[in-house]
């Protein structure tokens, strides 16, 4: 069985740091030797190339823009009357993933709109997602990348959120029910759910997006006993 590959989501670890490359250093600096980033489009992609190629990462999952954050939009996906703006997001998407190198992108649903009934508009918002999702697969398929859907938790996360129906894809990582780090205190035997994984054969990545309950490198002690269970060098030695 082979190991585990954990990527940092620098979107959400390392919050006491400010900006993205200082981010991507301190997760190369951590022993890490993938990232995700949830949307680099405040920087100029080349300029998160040179910090993720000097912290010595790659970079493996980007998302596709969320739209307008200031209306409460989270993805466009499965707007209705948002499909011209997801395609430009879309377009965005595809240009960092080509100069990041970064073969993954999520396709981000959206909410549900505000005040709306989730039963009432799930089959109009299912016939957006598939028009969406079918340009985005030709988009895609001409780019050699590949797409991926995330339904999220709308009991805690984002009861907002379109997508709600767990499927296979991408794994990430968080404690429950504070979202904090694996080994924090929780509901979920990691250790357990790494073993069940090794033995599936899952050879993706596993996204480290939690919220760090302090200092992001002292907490990743459950990542280091991990790697030396793996027999794998830690940082620094």
């Known amino acids: 069985m082979a190991p585990l590959r954990f990527s940092a989501n620098v979107s959400w670890l390392f919050p006491e740091l400010p900006g993205l490359p200082a981010r991507l250093r301190a997760a190369g600096s951590s022993g890490f030797e993938a990232a995700e980033v949830a949307w680099p489009y405040a920087e100029p992609p080349e300029a998160v190339a040179r910090a993720a190629r000097e ?11 969320p739209g307008d954050r200031e209306k409460g939009e989270m993805g466009l996906g499965a707007v ?7 395609r430009e997001g879309l377009e965005q998407a595809v240009l960092y993933a080509r100069a990041l190198g970064c073969p993954r992108i999520h396709l981000m649903a959206g909410r549900v709109p505000q005040g ?3 039963a009432a508009v799930r089959s109009e918002m299912e016939t957006v997602f598939l028009e969406n999702l079918r340009h985005a697969a030709g988009v895609l ?3 050699n990348l590949v ?7 709308t009991r805690i996360t984002d009861p907002q959120y379109f997508l709600d129906t767990p499927q296979q894809g991408h794994v990430q990582v968080a404690q429950v029910p504070g979202r904090g780090e694996p080994d924090s205190p929780g509901e979920l035997n990691f250790p357990y759910l790494f ?3 090794e033995n599936e054969g899952y050879k993706g990545f596993v996204g480290c997006e939690y919220r760090p309950l302090g200092d992001t490198a002292e907490g990743l002690n459950w990542l280091r006993s991990y790697w030396e269970r793996q027999g794998r060098p830690q940082a620094g030695q």
């Open 116 to 118: 709306a009934d989730r």
């Open 80 to 86: 209705p009357g948002r499909q011209a703006a997801f």
């Open 141 to 143: 398929a001409q780019e």
């Open 147 to 153: 797409g991926l859907l995330e339904p999220i938790n």
């Open 195 to 197: 073993q069940l994984l």
């Open 55 to 65: 912290a010595g990462l790659r970079l493996v999952l980007i998302n596709t823009p």
